[in-house]
């Protein structure tokens, strides 16, 4: 049924992680080495 609304739910979440990854790192660049 909302398989557009879901498609761009899964590409917005996985754009909210890269994004909370990147504040993450630049919040801890020295203890973020993996």
Not at 5 to 22: M, P
Request: with cysteine.
């Amino acid at each position: 049924m909302g398989n557009k609304i879901q498609g761009i739910d899964y590409e917005t979440a996985l754009a909210n992680l890269r994004t909370s990854s990147l504040e993450l790192r630049g919040d801890l660049p020295e203890k973020t080495n993996c």
